[in-house]
């Protein structure tokens, strides 16, 4: 009896300790399927028939400069600033030769509400035009605005009278599509590397635009005066001497039109949700030792951050957007109130300059930012910061202005290289401002948010651009029937407002005003 009992506690033992290895093994072996799993998940998946996976995938397997991407931001960036820019040189004239102003000092009044009206229409569409680039695409929203430009600044540059100019100015506004969509595009096509070059290239495209825009509006604007041997006073371009700059600015839109044609949609199409859980399933098929499939898609989609946020409680979002309002409202006023000031007469405090100078001016302005952003910002974004450059350029755009009255004293040579070197400064540092904080408004929001987000930055952007010409033209005809008074007398005034707008600008990129999202 012993012998047997002996033996089956021996057999018991080893069974147990059998058990127990088996549990030990069977333990680390659901642990290390469990981690096998998560990784599963957590891989990419690309859906076919998606355009936005697509784009993904292109972007992980490509190495290397986009430059395919970067120009069709290029191009069409330049299409939207072409009509917005080429205004300026001769917007005063137009004015004066439509016979509504009573007094010639009243002619930067009626200018102001002329460039407020694109700015007014577009912010009464922007976030329209946001929320249908979120639904149906950027691309197509993209296009409208490429065909807008080809019909509405046609129509503009056959004005008739002034009001057939603020209407065909405010429609082109209104159907102004392309800032804010190709805002997330530059965002979303390209690696993250490559994200500043990206929002970087709207910028300088816009500087590219300040050169060509008043390079055609001083030059081609009254060309039957200018150019009596090519453009006779009986033709379309005598009768309409401002056509024929919009002309050559419709043609380029019409044929961004149908460049973009073959632009990459980067919107995705699918539902990423229900998508990850229907791909998860399949490589979660068997359950082990407990181990539950669903719970840990459950567990790793719940550790995901959050897409559905509200855009109204994005503080880091609104709070970029509200910095860009105030800088974008100093630009407006500043570009609006420049181009009346170089052309107003010297007794009034102006430069007495004609449109050709005017564009000159302005060409060689873009052109130094062009070379700015090509060269130098995406170096000083990864050094500084984009927050840092804002208040930098902020900064040094004050002391700038306060010296523009004393540029007026000037004559000959030092007037044209001073105010060539002052213009040239001050378009850098906006762009530089206006660059760093697009970049901070599209990573405070996520992929299906962005259109959206644009849309707002656009509508609030556009309100504040609208006040800007018109609050200028305003204060611009008030400081000029101001020339023999104490405090601040003439054009001191303008430049002495400007700087207060800026320094309040600059207060405001501060904590706890402008907030950076956590990452």
Known sequence: MAPRFNLFCLLLKNLLLSIEVCTFNSYFVYREMKEEQREVLLKKVYHGGCPGCRVEHLKDTQRGLPVRQLFFVWIVVLCNALPISSLFPYLYFMIRDFNIAKTEKDIGYYAGYAGASYMFGRALTSILWGMVADRYGRKPVILVGTA????FNT????????WMAISSRFLLGSMSTLLGPIMAYATEIFREEYQALGLSTINTAWGVGLIIGPALG?????PAEKYPNIFSKESIFGRFPY??????????????????CWLQETLHTHNENDKLRKNSYNALEAPFCGFNAEETV???EANKPTSKESLIKNWPLLSSIFVYCVFSLHDMAYSEIFSLWAVSPRKYGGLSYSTDDVGVVLAISGFGVLVFQLSLYPYLEKLLGPIIICRIAGVLSIPLLAIYPL???LSGFSLSLALNCASAMKNVLSVSIGTGLIILQNRAVEQHQRGAANGITMTTMSLFKAAGPAGGGVIFSWAQGRQRAAFFPGDQMIFFILNVVEAIAVLMTFKPFLVRRSQ
């Open 298 to 300: 459950n567990e790793i």
């Open 407 to 409: 540029i007026a004293m």
């Open 148 to 151: 807008s430009v080809v019909i």
């Open 243 to 260: 056509f024929l700059p919009c002309l050559c600015t419709s043609v380029y839109a019409f044929g961004i039109t149908i460049a973009c």
């Open 155 to 162: 129509l503009f540059g056959l004005s008739l009278n002034y």
């Open 218 to 222: 001083g030059f081609l604007a009254q």
